[in-house]
Structures are given as structure tokens and as C-alpha cells.
């Protein structure tokens, strides 16, 4: 009896959720391309280090750059509420340059010094919320690597280049809407926050250069995207 009353009781445990499986849609995969602008800062610290007397410059650098790419994920809904995985690949403008100057002998004119991201790819988790047909809210957590050029000169930055290739964390928040049936219009807000500084190291003669960049920023694109 307590055999049966067993089976009955895991029998209608399991059927009603294997029903709600099978009522389940297949993900939505959506692809598209977005655009928009990144407001960046960075902190730039170079030590020259010439005869064991090491010198340490350094400065500071905002600037406003385009940023575009394209992005492709599947979702799931439940419900109102969705999950799911995307990822994007994007291209900036960044192009951010410092000098640092000292009238010592160690460093006898200024270094000039570049920042370059060469591309970006970030595969991120996503949740959301529609709040009614057209409309939904989203955040998405990601996992961004970025190649980073860095760039040493004196008086001219193309001496010396050393890539660093980077993974940092990409949060976002957005919301979309739904033009057509298959096509809809998204707007968002995300951040990037390094764990690590940006690394390159370059020697002119008997002088060696070691600089660390410490950068952040904050994107704003607009996004369209196709349901296919």
C-alpha cells in the first residue's frame, strides 16, 4: 500500500511538469547588429628605467569613441520572464593617447603613449521580463576578452607595440521592443570593469619602459535585431 501511494504520489509529481516540458516552445535564436558610443577613462603609469634610476610618469586620459558590432543568442521563455545565452563582437574607435614628460636626463623629451583595443568578443548569460507583448526588460552578465594594443614612443608612438589580451567583466542592462513580428529594436547600457591593468614593456638603448593602464568605461548602443 505504502508501495502504491508512493508511486501515485512521484506520478503526479512528475507528469504535470514532463506536460508543462512538452508545452514548452523551442528557444527563440535572434541575430543583429548594434552601434552607439563608449565614454572611456584610463590612468596611464610608465617607469623609465635607465643606469638602475627608474622614473615614474604618469596621466590621465577621457575620450568619447563609436563603438559597433554584431550579436547572435538563443532564449527561452517562462511565461513573462526569459533566459538565455548571446554573444557579441564589437569594434571601437578607441584610440586613447597620453604624454608623459620629465625634464630629467633620464627621460630627455616626452613619451608618448597609446591605447588600442584591436577587437572584443563577449559571451554573456541573459534574463529579462516582458512586460507586455512589444516591451521587455533584460540583463545580461558577461565574460568580455579584449586584445589591447599599447603603444611607446618617444615623440612618436609607433616605436614600440605590445598587445595584451584581457577578460574582464561586462554587465548590462536594456530594454527591447518589438516593431514586427520578427524584428525588434533594442536599447542598452553597459559597463566594462577590469580586474587586472593593461601591460606593455619596451626598451630604447640603454632605457627600458614598463607601463600599466588602468581603464573603464560605460557604452550606450542602439541595437536591431532579427527572430529567426
Known amino acids: 500500500m505504502k508501495k502504491t501511494l508512493l508511486a501515485l504520489t512521484t506520478a503526479l509529481t512528475v507528469l504535470p511538469a514532463l506536460n508543462a516540458q512538452a508545452d514548452w516552445t523551442p528557444p527563440q535564436v535572434y541575430l543583429g547588429a548594434q552601434a552607439g558610443g563608449t565614454f572611456a577613462y584610463a590612468d596611464f603609469d610608465t ?7 627608474i622614473v615614474k610618469l604618469s596621466n590621465s586620459k577621457g575620450e568619447n569613441f563609436l563603438t559597433a558590432g554584431v550579436f547572435a543568442g538563443a532564449r527561452y521563455f517562462f511565461g513573462d520572464f526569459f ?3 548571446e554573444v557579441a563582437g564589437n569594434w571601437d574607435g578607441m584610440n586613447m593617447d597620453a604624454d608623459a614628460f620629465d625634464s630629467r636626463a633620464i627621460v630627455d623629451d616626452f613619451w608618448r603613449l597609446q591605447l588600442k583595443r ?9 534574463v529579462g521580463w516582458k512586460m507586455n507583448e512589444k516591451t521587455a526588460f533584460y540583463a545580461k552578465f558577461g565574460a568580455g576578452i579584449s586584445e589591447f594594443a599599447l603603444v611607446e614612443g618617444r615623440g612618436q608612438p609607433s616605436e614600440n607595440v605590445k598587445t595584451d589580451t584581457i577578460v574582464h567583466f561586462v554587465p548590462a542592462l536594456g530594454t527591447e521592443y518589438e516593431v514586427h513580428k520578427n524584428v525588434g529594436v533594442r536599447l542598452e547600457v553597459s559597463g566594462e570593469f577590469f580586474g587586472r591593468d593593461i601591460k606593455g614593456a619596451s626598451g ?4 627600458t619602459q ?10 550606450v548602443k ?3 535585431l532579427l527572430k529567426v
Open 222 to 224: 542602439l541595437g536591431v
Open 204 to 207: 630604447v638603448g640603454t632605457l
Open 83 to 85: 533566459g538565455g545565452l
Open 118 to 126: 584591436r577587437w572584443q568578443v563577449i559571451p554573456s548569460a541573459v
Open 210 to 219: 614598463n607601463t600599466k593602464v588602468s581603464y573603464n568605461g560605460i557604452s
Open 47 to 53: 617607469y623609465s628605467n635607465a643606469n638602475n634610476s
